[in-house]
């Protein structure tokens, strides 16, 4: 997920533009929870917090993250379709 709405118009996520020429995108609400810096090793499994407590979403930044990477497909909530040009 990604915290601008540029970073995914534009790099393409939304999709090819419908005839009309609009396109659409999902806002959606995320529960980040505790997050750690992302590093490739992880390998889908986050890093110990306290033991028996791991991270719950990885980041590309933690003072000012704008990319946010969810172990749980429950932490995203659909919240409005965005219809844009």
Request: charged fraction near 20%.
């Amino acid at each position: 997920f990604a915290r601008d709405a540029k970073y995914v118009a534009d790099g393409g996520f939304c999709g090819p533009p419908n005839p009309d020429g609009t396109r659409r995108m999902l806002l959606c609400m995320l529960m980040s929870g505790m997050p750690c810096l992302g590093d490739p090793q992880h390998n889908g499994v986050l890093p110990f917090r306290r033991k028996p407590h791991r991270y719950n979403s990885s980041v590309d930044c933690l003072s000012s993250p704008e990319i946010f990477i969810t172990q749980m497909s429950g932490a995203a909530h659909a919240a409005y379709l965005i219809t844009f040009k």
